[in-house]
T-cell receptor, first 110, second 115 residues
Framework: GQQLNQSPQSMFIQEGEDVSMNCTSS?????WLWYKQDPGEGPVLLIA?????ELTSNGRLTAQFGTTRKDSFLNISASIPSDVGIYFC??????????FGTGTRLKVLA | NAGVTQTPKFQVLKTGQSMTLQCAQD?????MYWYRQDPGMGLRLIYY???????DKGEVPNGYNVSRLNKREFSLRLESAAPSQTSVYFC??????????????FGEGSWLTVV
């Protein structure tokens, strides 16, 4: 079945630094979603992407739909302590089924 | 602002015991999901229900059963718990169509330990 692999698996960064992470799929996706999970809570949608090459921002977050349709990227600019958490990519596998990636755990050092 | 509500939040089971995780959403969503989260493995889909009266297997259905009791409720049952089912379980829901159809809303999670 389809798999979503994220890298890096985890990262420590200094406050104020920019962060980049990516997600790759074994097959083509027509929608890419990025979620964030705060400690002790369920994931929350950050950004949705619908076509190849699309670049979408949400505040300090920018996500891109890869041109091959098998990857997507998330960048966070000028990180702050509340950016800590796990970031997941996700996408539809069929009409109703949604699969999630392995996650990137972000830790911000003040 | 209830959204997706899961119970219980924490549970410890002995190997072989059974239990049911309850989930309810008040957003009139069509689809409901059960995921499990394990370190380094992300969120893996156990079962989903695209509408009332239908259920389908996800990536890791073995050892679980589900019931879509009505449009609001979707329960997950462990018939004979095993230590490998120690995990955090998330219920989720979404609309099937429309501009918000890709927004999946999650509950706060249920921490299950099987000893």
């Amino acid at each position: 079945g389809q798999q979503l692999n994220q890298s890096p698996q985890s990262m420590f960064i200094q406050e104020g630094e920019d962060v980049s992470m990516n997600c790759t799929s074994s097959s083509i996706f027509n929608t890419w979603l990025w979620y964030k999970q705060d400690p002790g809570e369920g994931p929350v949608l950050l950004i949705a992407l619908y076509k190849a090459g699309e670049l979408t921002s949400n505040g300090r977050l920018t996500a891109q739909f890869g041109t091959t349709r098998k990857d997507s990227f998330l960048n966070i600019s000028a990180s702050i302590p509340s950016d800590v958490g796990i970031y997941f990519c996700a996408g539809p596998s069929g009409t109703y089924k949604y699969i999630f990636g392995t996650g990137t755990r972000l830790k911000v050092l003040a | 602002n209830a959204g997706v509500t899961q119970t219980p939040k924490f549970q410890v089971l002995k190997t072989g015991q059974s239990m049911t995780l309850q989930c309810a959403q008040d957003m009139n969503h069509n689809s409901m999901y059960w995921y499990r989260q394990d370190p380094g493995m992300g969120l893996r889909l156990i079962y989903y229900s695209a509408s009332e009266g239908t259920t389908d297997k996800g990536e890791v259905p073995n050892g679980y059963n589900v019931s879509r009791l009505n449009k609001r409720e979707f329960s997950l049952r462990l018939e004979s718990a095993a230590p490998s089912q120690t995990s955090v379980y998330f219920c989720a829901s979404r609309f099937n169509t429309g501009p918000s159809g890709n927004t999946i809303y999650f509950g706060e999670g249920s921490w299950l330990t099987v000893v």
